[in-house]
């Protein structure tokens, strides 16, 4: 299917949807902590998407049965919420936001940490941030789709980590999914040669092991096949003549959801950033 090419008026709609996705996230972002459970982060996205005139693109896109993806610990990607999953400290969880508004949509997704977490869960989770802004750091009118998932592999190899290779990137704009699919490995100057007006997003799944997959029986949800912790960071971005433009940045990092959280007391302390550099 071809690639669309937005004009000028798409993209300043592209740019809204973007925005309402990113601040859709960080709205949860700052609920976040240890005893809500992955069903109110889905209320949150529920009310917060509503409040922006926007609809959530996720809900029943192809059956899904809810609004947001929430995907913790060894679930890689398209986690259900469920209101009997309590985040505890120790977990680490993704949420995936995906916003629609006036027919154009935005999708963004982060890795919170609550609390204390693993050796492994931490290092998974900087990686796959790492990756993701590595990804886009090659985006520019002229490269190629190889060149982003090289960069990718380039710093999950170094790493000793794995990329998750059976879900990758897509293109989006009038729809949440359209081409080109964004593969997160590949090989630098092959593959679909980017243009000025394409948008798309990246959005790398980073694993401590082997990164094969295992499908659950629900239909949905992606977990590692050995139980280890998976990270996923996501971005949409506009390709431009030099470079590119993240339609879903943050204007403020996101917090990571650290132990002074939990206890109460980031009054006295600055709380841990992690976001867009
Ligand atoms: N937001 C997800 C993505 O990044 C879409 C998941 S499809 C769903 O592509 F149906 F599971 F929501
Ligand atoms: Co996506
Ligand atoms: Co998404």
Same mark, same amino acid.
């Given at each position: ?18 925005? +309402?996705?990113?601040?859709? #996230? ?7 902590? =240890? ?36 995907? *913790?610990?060894?679930? +890689?990607?398209? @986690? ?34 609550? @609390? ?26 002229? =490269?190629? #789709?190889?060149?982003?998932?090289? =960069? ?33 490995? @590949? ?5 679909? *040669?980017? *243009? ?15 990164? *094969? ?29 030099? @470079? ?9 990092? #996101? ?23």
């Amino acid at each position: 299917m071809a690639i669309v090419i937005h004009g000028a008026d798409e993209i300043a709609k592209m740019r809204v949807a973007g925005e +309402i996705a990113a601040g859709t #996230l960080a709205y949860v972002a700052s609920k976040l902590r =240890a005893g809500v459970t992955t069903k109110d982060i889905d209320n949150w996205v529920r009310e917060d998407t509503a409040r922006r005139g926007a609809l959530p693109s996720q809900l029943g896109y192809k059956g899904f049965p809810a609004a947001v993806c929430t995907s *913790r610990n060894e679930i +890689i990607c398209h @986690g259900i919420p469920n209101p009997e999953h309590v985040l505890v400290a120790g977990d680490i969880v993704n949420v995936d936001v995906t916003s629609n508004i006036d027919g154009y949509h935005g999708d963004t997704s982060a890795t919170f940490q609550i @609390g204390e977490v693993s050796d492994d869960a931490r290092k998974v989770t900087d990686v796959c941030f790492r990756c993701l802004n590595a990804g886009i750091s090659v985006v520019r009118h002229g =490269a190629r #789709l190889g060149d982003v998932g090289a =960069a990718i592999m380039e710093i999950a190899s170094k790493e000793g980590c794995g990329v998750v290779e059976e879900f990758g990137g897509h293109g989006i704009g009038r729809k949440m999914h359209m081409a080109p699919h964004v593969p997160h490995n @590949g090989t630098a100057g092959r593959g679909v *040669r980017l *243009r000025a007006g394409m948008t798309f997003t990246i959005e790398p799944m980073i694993t401590i092991g082997h990164p *094969r997959v295992v499908q659950l029986d629900d239909g949905w949800t992606v977990v590692t096949h050995d139980g280890s912790p998976t990270a996923q960071f996501e971005h949409t971005v506009l390709v431009t003549k030099d @470079g590119y433009e993240v339609l879903t940045a943050q204007r403020t990092p #996101l917090p990571l959801i650290r132990p002074g959280f939990l206890e109460g007391e980031q009054a006295g302390g600055e709380p841990a950033l992690a976001g867009p550099a």
